[in-house]
């Protein structure tokens, strides 16, 4: 399409200046009969601005580029030719600015429509080239590429343009970040242009100012692990950190009052999740920060603030969905998140105690309300793809609030028989056996077995207390009861221990366990064996000696169970199994 006129039809200046009422004229009237397609220049405002007949040509072929080249956007992006896409929006936006600077803002309002959805169009591409950035140099090619009858168009423009004139929204962006932020420019622009709003655009654009705010998001988690790796690069990088922070915090809030502006319940409530995420990453930093200060030993101040603001921003995201029918997946991402904050507020309260600010009583209360809310987020009935990660969490939760309350058990002295104490047993047993009964579900042997001995500790802690000698060696009998309990995923470990295939690792964790196993089993089979000894010398008793030869018979197979065995596993389950066996005579 080439824009250089015939010079024959301009020669004779003085003739054109004679006739250039008459033209006015002749253009005023020819207007008012055009076609229709051509019909959107009725509104020249020629009191404001005389064109030559020659101009008035170029303003009719102008326009008519700006319609073709929108519309060969559309065709190149459906056709994933980016490059091209984005040279066809540059060039219609030129056009625009020729049109504007000819026909005046009047005529300019009449095409904001159609230029709005090439911007759109403009704004897709721009993500289209971040979800396929390796393709990048190709439509960098693409867009270099010089389009047919665009030299002559290009000439025109810049002709009856200035450099601020003509549009500099569309180039071709030099990262994702840029690509991103050039979408957000182009969304933008384009629900300025229509004047109304357009839903389809709105999401779009608050689409994208959730995957910019996402971006630096992830950006800042990349500064924060630096720090964890290594303290000396805290400083600079906490700075860098905090920065990305605000720009994520600004794009993600942008992004959220889109959405409820539009009522799109369910990108409202992802927008809080992932606000929700920010502040839990900022809440980390700030406590790795109070570490290098020297002041993290307890868990407070900046830190719990933004745990606090995490927590709020999921609560107000299920706010916000209703209930689960409105999104399952966005609500089951929303509360395992929830989950998981909670259940890492618990933990820091209870690894990093304030206690010079708060009473052991009020932390521990505050680890439990945690906990226990936890818990509550942690659907482990249902079958869902996150089942098992429910399941695992909530075992988990059980095994710290058991030992939670063991420790507060212990506390008490030995004497002590208040209810307060035997209800501290009772909760820590109840969540001693809950937990291990989700780890065998979830197969996860060393912590089952952990726990186990665990409970199993948590009886033989009232041994001291019990006066006679008979009371203990039933004590002793419930203590070796709950050990024998592990017998159940020995019988697994057998088969893992003939398994050169498995984790090697794991399988070193899960042996010292076992270890720990056969030294409990020796260890209370002995104890049963002195006091069977000391009962048969007491005079006012007589010895059982069947029951003492089982229990001494028992202790000398456990003596021949070593850690160092190759095939400890398999002697262990052997032991297990003769203990239960031997278990009635006892």
């Known amino acids: 399409m080439k824009l250089d006129f015939c010079h024959s039809c301009t020669k004779g200046s003085q003739a054109e200046e004679g006739e250039r009422g008459e033209m006015k004229r002749h253009i005023a009237t020819s207007v008012k009969c055009r076609s229709v397609s051509e019909g959107a220049i009725t509104h020249l405002r020629m009191e404001e601005k005389e064109l030559t007949w020659t101009e008035y040509l170029k303003f009719l072929l102008l326009k008519k580029s700006l319609l073709v080249y929108i519309t060969m956007s559309e065709v190149y992006f459906n056709k994933k030719h980016l490059g091209k896409t984005l040279k066809c929006v540059k060039r219609a936006m030129n056009c625009h600015s020729m049109v504007l600077c000819l026909g005046g803002q009047e005529e300019a309002r009449t095409g904001q429509a159609v230029l709005g959805f090439a911007l759109g169009v403009a704004?897709?591409?721009?993500?289209?080239?971040?979800?396929?950035w390796d393709s990048m140099p190709v439509y960098q090619e693409q867009y270099n590429t010089a389009l047919p009858a665009g030299s002559g168009i290009a000439r025109e423009v810049e002709r009856y343009t200035t450099e601020l004139d003509r549009?500099?929204?569309i180039k071709q962006p030099r990262d994702i970040r840029e690509a991103m932020e050039l979408a957000i420019k182009c969304y933008s622009r384009a629900l300025e242009l229509m004047g109304t709003k357009d839903i389809s655009l709105v999401k779009r654009l608050a689409n994208v100012e959730n995957e910019l705010g996402v971006f630096y998001m992830n950006q800042a988690t990349a500064l924060v692990q630096k720090i964890s790796d290594n303290q000396e690069l805290a400083v600079t990088a906490m700075a860098g950190a905090q920065d990305l922070f605000n720009y994520s915090r600004k794009y993600l809030n942008q992004g959220i009052a889109k959405f409820e502006s539009i009522s799109d319940?369910?990108?409202?409530?992802?927008?809080?999740?992932?606000?929700?995420?920010?502040?839990?990453?900022?809440?980390?930093?700030?406590?790795?920060q109070s570490g290098q200060d020297g002041d993290g030993a307890e868990y407070g101040g900046e830190e719990a603030a933004h745990y606090k603001a995490a927590v709020e921003y999921y609560h107000q995201a299920l706010a916000v969905l209703g209930s689960k029918k409105t999104s399952s997946q966005i609500w089951d991402t929303v509360s395992w998140e929830l989950s998981s904050t909670l259940f890492t507020v618990g933990t820091l309260l209870q690894d990093h105690a304030p206690l010079t600010t708060q009473s052991r009583d009020e932390v521990e209360k505050a680890v439990t309300e945690h906990m226990s809310q936890a818990l509550k987020y942690c659907d482990t009935e249902s079958v869902s793809p996150r089942q098992c990660m429910y399941q695992t969490r909530a075992a988990v939760i059980h095994h710290r609030l058991a030992s939670l309350?063991?420790?507060?058990?212990?506390?008490?002295?030995?004497?002590?028989?208040?209810?307060?104490?035997?209800?501290?047993?009772?909760?820590?047993?109840?969540?001693?056996?809950?937990?291990?009964?989700?780890?065998?579900?979830?197969?996860?042997?060393?912590?089952?077995?952990?726990?186990?001995?665990?409970?199993?500790?948590?009886?033989?802690?009232?041994?001291p207390a019990m006066k006679g000698e008979g009371?203990?060696?039933?004590?002793?009998?419930?203590?070796?009861?709950?050990?024998?309990?592990?017998?159940?995923?020995?019988?697994?470990?057998?088969?893992?221990?003939?398994?050169?295939?498995?984790?090697?690792?794991?399988?070193?964790?899960e042996k010292k366990m076992l270890e720990t196993v056969v030294q409990r089993i020796q260890f209370i089979l002995l104890s049963m064996v002195k006091l069977g000894n000391a009962t048969g010398k007491s005079k006012k008793t007589k010895p059982d000696r069947k029951s003492s030869g089982s229990v001494k018979d028992s202790y000398a197979a456990a003596l021949k169970c070593s850690g160092k065995s190759p095939t400890l596993a398999r002697d262990l389950y052997s032991l297990i199994s003769k203990l239960g066996e031997d278990r009635g005579a006892m």
């Open 265 to 288: 319940l369910a990108n409202t409530a992802l927008l809080l999740s992932n606000s929700g995420r920010l502040s839990r990453l900022a809440g980390h930093a700030a406590g790795l």
């Open 123 to 132: 704004g897709d591409c721009y993500m289209a080239c971040v979800a396929n």
């Open 471 to 509: 009371a203990r060696y039933k004590l002793l009998l419930q203590v070796l009861d709950i050990v024998l309990e592990t017998g159940v995923v020995v019988a697994k470990l057998v088969e893992k221990e003939d398994d050169e295939m498995s984790d090697k690792e794991e399988w070193e964790e």
């Open 167 to 169: 549009d500099w929204t």
């Open 405 to 463: 309350y063991h420790h507060s058990y212990r506390c008490y002295a030995q004497e002590d028989n208040t209810n307060r104490k035997r209800k501290l047993k009772q909760l820590s047993e109840l969540h001693y056996v809950k937990a291990s009964q989700l780890f065998l579900v979830v197969d996860r042997p060393a912590e089952f077995i952990r726990t186990v001995l665990e409970r199993a500790g948590l009886v033989e802690a009232q041994l």
